[in-house]
């Protein structure tokens, strides 16, 4: 991992790096770099495939990180680049001309986080939520209680019934409870 | 307008969410030109529970019950994977005991063998051939009877806990596994075969159909035994290897292809490869030695910041969970990657222009779609 890192370093301005296992390593870059980065590794070396994209909410700090973990499928190995751009107007350029089913994970986080990536076909396209109205319901400051209260009135509980009342109404003081057995 | 005109109006049909032939509940928005389809989109959401969010509000051992239930049929990979990823970032993972290693292993096995029964009889079932589907879930529930005898539940186990399983192999387990289990599933697997792959209605309708290209398998991260239908033998079992299975041996199955037919074998040959692999646990599994790492109290129980991506081969292919901690009792983000995410929507769409209407059913049973993994 160490080779990669070092061509990247060549190339990119990298913020931070760390190495989490033998086979995953992971790096920091601006949010300028993202992109150009990608599409260097995806063109000139084996880190072809795109396993996932992820988003994380640092909402003390103001920011959304973004992780984009690209995989070596010869060499067993994986890459995490991560990217922090500010929650406010959250914008993204898009990769879906480099993988086709990050579309996908675009769309999704376009609905979950309200991350815009322009360019990207599907977004603003429901894909889990149906009608959504509210904050982006996986930003941290999205209040499930508050959304659940305002949507889902409480009904009122239901008529509490002690069953040894109840069969001792039907069937008589001792019925068939059998206390003294 | 002439009846050729008429014939090739574009009609759109939505297949699912409540259709026999969906997998799961999803559906797909297609539009045909008489019976062949020439667009499809995903459509998920009929059962989003909001799992990612809930275990970003509980403790660590909270979210066990709810990660199971990320795939029904197939619940241990994510509780193994969950336990995985935050023992590799606490450093528990270095004390997970051998035997709690190998019971992992059993039980993942085992899981996936359940699935793939379970999909082999939906792959003919899916054209009308009802009559395997019902041995197949026979062969299932046999494994589901282990299962309930190791776990005490029949789908959701929630077994492995962090630092090992919750309980030891009962006596005599390993017996009844080989009797009850596995001795039947081999005597069946030849009828199978034959109902299955000597049978001419599945061969006409399988062979050729839904072909994923090969260079499509790096371009979109194609796993499990799609891609290796396609002859490509990636596993994650061998490539990123987890628990005891670089202690096992076995070979990655893989043919050429890449049609229904393919996935279908690809899978029958599973089935056989995951009775020898529990064969080989079972015998190899040490009798004595605790199940179990001594744990912290998990009331109180913190993970130092980081992140982590971790992955195991599921049925379906590569499963993998993306976890971020940051020194407090409860996961920052979890983000479940599942092989559906990219089977069940970027490449089936994909897959479905040109595709007969009445091939939509197989085509998804092939490529194991199990919505609840794509909207998590």
Redesign the interface.
Known sequence: MKTIIDDIRARFSVEWEHE??A??A?IGVAPGTVVPLLTWMKLHTPF?????L????WLEDGEFQL?Y?L?D?HG?R?L?V?TRIPREEATMESVHEL???A??YEQEINEMFGIHFPGSPRQGV?????GWDDLP??R?DFD?VAYMHAHHPSRPGREHVDPRVYVGKVFGERGYLHDDD | MTTTETLRRRVQLWFGPQHPGITGNMSVQAWLEGDTLTQGITH??YL?R?F??LM??RKFIQSFPIVCRICVPEPDTNEYLLAAALE?LSGLDREVPEKALWIRTLVLEMSRLAAMLQVLGGHVGSMGLGVVPNWTYTLRDYVLDRFEELTGARVYHMYTVFGGVRRDLPEGFAERMETEVLAKIEAKLPVIDNAIFDSSVFRKRAIGVGVVPEEW?????ISGPVVRAMGIP?DTRK??PYLKYPELDFEVVTTTGSDIYARAWIRRQEIAQSVDLIRQILRRMPTEGPYCAKLPNMLTWTIPP????VRAEASRG?M?Y?V?TDGSDKM??V?V?GPS??HG???LE?LIPGTNIADLSPLMVSLQTCPPEI?R
């Not at chain 1, 072809?48 to 996932?52: E, F, G, P, S």
């Not at chain 1, 992820?54 to 909410?57: F, G, N, T």
């Not at chain 2, 398998?217 to 991260?221: I, L, S, T, V």
Request: contains cysteine; charged residues 30%.
């Open positions: 989490q296992r086979d995953l992971q072809v495939q795109l396993n996932h992820s988003v994380v909410d992780t973990l995989t499928p067993h994986s995490m991560c993988w086709p089913q579309v996908t429901p894909f889990i939520l149906e319901p996986m941290r499930t | 998920v959401g989003h909001a990612e969010k970003e509000r590799e398998a790096d371009e979109m991260g990636r490539d990123f980081g992140q982590t991506y590569e993998g993306y971020v920052r983000r983000h990657r995410y990219v929507v970027s490449l994909r909207e």
